[in-house]
C-alpha cells in the first residue's frame, strides 16, 4: 500500500518544490526527474532515486507500474499523490503522472578521462561555456547522444546541468552521455595534454565548417548565447571555421550551430 | 517632445499587454515586437508600425535614437516610459527599452509563387506542421533565414507567428523572410501543383539525409513535437530520408532536425 499525499503543503512536497531553485539544489546536491521517458533513462543509467511522486490520473500508457516497480526496488520511496498535489509538482504542461527526486550524478574530468581510454575511435567531445538558456543546453545533450558523442562539458556554467528544463529538453539524454561540469582553465588544460583538437565556429573564420577535417580527436566548443566563446578559448581554439550566413541574420541558434557541428563531425567519421 | 507613460494603468499598456494572448491578437491582427534588433529588421522590411513604447534608461547603445525617429517618420506613435512601466511591457530577461505595436504582415501563398517565380535558383521551402513551442517555430525560422530559404509555410498552427516568443527566437527574420500561415490541404495542393518535392524525415526511411538528392525544388516538411508529421505528409512526401540517431534517444529537437536538413540541402546547392 502506497503512502498517499493529499496536501501540497506536505513536506516532501514542499522540500521537492525548492529544489527547482538553483540555489536548493546545490546546497542539497539533489535534484528533480519529472516524465516516464526521463526516469527510464535515468533508471537504466542507475542514477540514485530517493523519492517518487506518482499520480495515476496522469499516466499516458500501461508500462508505468513496472517502472515504478523498478525504482522502488532500487531503495526510493514512493507517494501517491492526488491530482492536485501532482499539478503543483509538475513543471509540464502535461504530468505524465512521475516525478522524482534524485541525487546529483557529480561526473569528474578523470571520469571522462577513463572512459575515452576505453574507446577506440578518436574522442567526439562537446564544450559548452556559459550557455544561458536551459533548453539550450538540454538540446546540446539531446544532440550530442544522437551522434554518440563521447562526453559534454559544461564550462563556466551559468545554468546548472539540474536544471528542470535541462533534464527536460535533454529528454533523459543527461543520464545517458557523460556530462561534466568544470572551470574553463581546468577544461582547456585537460584537452591539450590530450592533444584534443578545439575547435571553434567563429564568422571571422575562412573555412566553411564542412571543409575542415573534423575527423581527428575533437571538442566542439562553444559559447554563450549572447556574446559567444570568451577570449579564453577563441584564443586556443586550434580550428577555427565558419556556419554559413546568407540571410540577415549572423548568427544561428547555439544549440542549432551545436548540431550542425556535430552532425558534421559525424558524416565525416562514417 | 515625446508623451510620457508613468503608470502601468494607461490603456495603451494595458492593449500591449493584451497582445500577448492569441486570442486579442488574432481579433486586433496586431503584434508585440520587443528588442532593437527585432524593430530594426522590422523596420527594414517596412512592418507597419502603429506604436513605439521606449525607455531611455533600458538602452544599451547609441544607436537607438536613430531608429526610433525613422519609426517616428513611418508613421508610428511614440511613447517614453517610466522604468516600472516599461518592465510590466516588457517580457524579455534583459528589457532593451524598445517594444512595439505592430500590424500582423499577412503574406498567403500566391504572394510565395510570385516570388518564386521571380527567383533563378529551384526553390527551397521549410513546412512546418502544428510546431507547439515558439523557441522552436522562431528557431526554425532564424536557420531558413540563415540558409537563405525561400519560405516557411506554417501549416495547421498551433502556436501563432505573432506569438512574442517566435518573433524573440526568430531574432526578427520573421521580418526579412516570406512567412506564410496556411491550412495543410491547401499547401500540400500548391506544393504539388508547382512540383515541388515535399522531403520529410522519418526513422522509418532507408536513405540518410546525406545521401538523399536535395538539389531540386524542395519543401522541408516537419512536424509537431510530440507527434511528428501527421499522415497526411507522410503519405505524400516524395522523399524521404533519416537523421542517424546513434544514441538512446530516438529524435532531436525539430528546430535542430530542421537545421540540419536545411544545410544539407545548402551544402548539395553550393
Same mark, same amino acid.
Given at each position: 500500500m502506497l503512502e498517499t499525499i493529499?496536501?501540497?503543503?506536505?513536506p516532501k512536497v514542499k522540500y521537492a518544490l525548492c529544489l527547482r531553485d538553483r540555489r536548493d539544489r546545490d546546497e542539497s546536491g539533489e535534484f528533480l526527474i519529472e516524465g516516464y521517458r526521463e526516469l527510464y533513462r535515468a533508471t537504466h543509467a542507475h542514477v540514485a532515486i530517493d523519492t517518487l511522486f506518482t499520480c495515476e490520473e496522469h499516466?499516458? =500508457?500501461?508500462n508505468e507500474p513496472a517502472l515504478i516497480a523498478a525504482i522502488q526496488k532500487s531503495g526510493a520511496k514512493i507517494y501517491s499523490c492526488a491530482p492536485q498535489v501532482f499539478d503543483k509538482l509538475? !513543471? %509540464? *504542461? %502535461? @504530468?505524465?503522472g512521475l516525478l522524482a527526486i534524485a541525487k546529483q550524478m557529480k561526473t569528474a574530468l578523470n571520469d571522462l578521462a577513463d572512459r575515452l581510454a576505453a574507446k577506440k575511435h578518436p574522442p567526439l567531445l562537446v564544450v559548452a561555456e556559459a550557455i544561458e538558456k536551459p533548453g539550450n543546453l538540454g538540446t546540446i545533450l539531446r544532440s550530442s547522444d544522437a551522434v554518440a558523442a563521447d562526453g559534454v562539458i559544461v564550462c *563556466? %556554467?551559468?545554468? *546548472?546541468? !539540474?536544471n528542470p528544463n535541462v533534464v527536460r529538453a535533454s529528454t533523459g539524454t543527461l543520464f545517458t552521455l557523460p556530462v561534466i561540469e568544470a572551470d574553463g582553465e581546468s577544461t582547456l588544460k585537460w584537452l591539450q595534454e590530450r592533444n584534443i583538437a578545439i575547435a571553434a565556429a567563429t564568422p571571422h573564420a575562412e573555412a566553411e565548417f564542412t571543409a575542415v *577535417? &573534423?575527423? =581527428? @580527436?575533437l571538442a566542439i566548443v562553444v559559447g554563450t548565447?549572447? &556574446? =559567444? &566563446?570568451?577570449d579564453l578559448w577563441m584564443r586556443h581554439a586550434t580550428l577555427k571555421m565558419r556556419i554559413p550566413m546568407l540571410g540577415v541574420a549572423d548568427s544561428l541558434n547555439v544549440a542549432t550551430a551545436t548540431t550542425l557541428l556535430l552532425y558534421e563531425a559525424l558524416r565525416q567519421r562514417r
Amino acid at each position: 500500500m502506497l503512502e498517499t499525499i493529499t496536501s501540497t503543503k506536505n513536506p516532501k512536497v514542499k522540500y521537492a518544490l525548492c529544489l527547482r531553485d538553483r540555489r536548493d539544489r546545490d546546497e542539497s546536491g539533489e535534484f528533480l526527474i519529472e516524465g516516464y521517458r526521463e526516469l527510464y533513462r535515468a533508471t537504466h543509467a542507475h542514477v540514485a532515486i530517493d523519492t517518487l511522486f506518482t499520480c495515476e490520473e496522469h499516466f499516458l =500508457g500501461t508500462n508505468e507500474p513496472a517502472l515504478i516497480a523498478a525504482i522502488q526496488k532500487s531503495g526510493a520511496k514512493i507517494y501517491s499523490c492526488a491530482p492536485q498535489v501532482f499539478d503543483k509538482l509538475s !513543471y %509540464r *504542461d %502535461r @504530468p505524465d503522472g512521475l516525478l522524482a527526486i534524485a541525487k546529483q550524478m557529480k561526473t569528474a574530468l578523470n571520469d571522462l578521462a577513463d572512459r575515452l581510454a576505453a574507446k577506440k575511435h578518436p574522442p567526439l567531445l562537446v564544450v559548452a561555456e556559459a550557455i544561458e538558456k536551459p533548453g539550450n543546453l538540454g538540446t546540446i545533450l539531446r544532440s550530442s547522444d544522437a551522434v554518440a558523442a563521447d562526453g559534454v562539458i559544461v564550462c *563556466d %556554467r551559468c545554468t *546548472d546541468i !539540474y536544471n528542470p528544463n535541462v533534464v527536460r529538453a535533454s529528454t533523459g539524454t543527461l543520464f545517458t552521455l557523460p556530462v561534466i561540469e568544470a572551470d574553463g582553465e581546468s577544461t582547456l588544460k585537460w584537452l591539450q595534454e590530450r592533444n584534443i583538437a578545439i575547435a571553434a565556429a567563429t564568422p571571422h573564420a575562412e573555412a566553411e565548417f564542412t571543409a575542415v *577535417d &573534423l575527423t =581527428g @580527436p575533437l571538442a566542439i566548443v562553444v559559447g554563450t548565447e549572447q &556574446l =559567444g &566563446l570568451s577570449d579564453l578559448w577563441m584564443r586556443h581554439a586550434t580550428l577555427k571555421m565558419r556556419i554559413p550566413m546568407l540571410g540577415v541574420a549572423d548568427s544561428l541558434n547555439v544549440a542549432t550551430a551545436t548540431t550542425l557541428l556535430l552532425y558534421e563531425a559525424l558524416r565525416q567519421r562514417r
